[in-house]
């Protein structure tokens, strides 16, 4: 059972535009829920985080933004540029951090 | 920066070889972990460590086993490589205490014909 779902699988934008990419999870114990981006022949790097007790979260380009009742967070990526192409993956751990799960992967291509 | 190193970047293997794939972190990570990554099924946990001689099972361990006999390095081993076993492999480390998420490494293409 996959504890962390991720949608949609792939995604394509323009130059320009957001994209938004969406996660949901059931277990009420996860307490903090990174976003990892991975380039082609990379490992996964972490790009933002956000922890339940706000409902947003920005860097840059980059937002997070949290719904704890609905236990549904999603990425946000405004003003899309050809090298944000990349897989975005989600994810949640609880309080001790021992071990996160992940969601499935969303293959994102921002067309110049 | 925390890097984690994994030893090969492509490695090409014959069906029924006994594989080695190595990782290395350099910054007293506790615990260290397998994935393998293959498209449209994202990242699957194989095995994980908490510490030094300690293992765990993921979701996929079947045909896998692992080593940490040094806290700074933690091997995957595939006992007879099959060809279902071609994937991308990743490892990836973390220090609990600092409440931040994994490092990973570049990754292992591993190919098995």
């Known amino acids: 059972q996959q504890q962390v779902k991720q949608s949609p699988q792939s995604l394509i934008v323009q130059k320009g535009g957001i994209s938004i990419i969406n996660c949901a999870y059931e277990?009420?114990?996860?307490?903090?829920f990174p976003w990892y981006q991975q380039f082609p022949g990379k490992g996964p790097a972490l790009l933002i985080a956000i922890r339940p007790d706000v409902s947003e979260k920005k860097e840059g380009r980059f937002t997070i933004s949290f719904n704890k009742s609905a236990k549904q967070f999603s990425l946000h990526i405004m003003d899309s540029q050809p090298g944000d192409s990349a897989t975005y993956f989600c994810?949640?751990?609880?309080?001790?951090?021992?071990?996160?799960?992940f969601g499935s992967g969303t293959k994102l291509n921002v067309k110049p | 920066d925390v890097k984690v190193t994994q030893s090969s970047r492509y490695l090409v293997k014959r069906t029924g070889e006994k594989v080695f794939l190595e990782c290395v972190q350099d910054?007293?990570?506790?615990?260290m972990f397998w994935y393998r990554q293959d498209p449209g099924l994202g990242l699957r946990l194989i095995y994980f460590?908490?510490?030094?001689?300690?293992?765990e099972k993921g979701d996929i361990p079947e045909g896998y086993s692992v080593s940490r006999e040094k806290k700074e390095r933690f091997s995957l081993i595939l006992e007879s490589a099959s060809t279902n076993q071609t994937s991308m492999y990743l490892c990836?480390?973390?220090?609990?205490?600092?409440?931040?998420?994994?490092?990973f490494g570049s990754g292992t293409r591993l190919t098995v014909v």
């Open positions: 460590s908490y510490d030094v001689k300690m293992k």
């Open positions: 994810a949640a751990s609880s309080h001790n951090f021992n071990k996160f799960y």
């Open positions: 990836a480390s973390s220090f609990p205490a600092r409440r931040v998420g994994y490092t």
């Open positions: 277990n009420t114990a996860f307490d903090y």
């Open positions: 910054m007293d990570h506790e615990n």
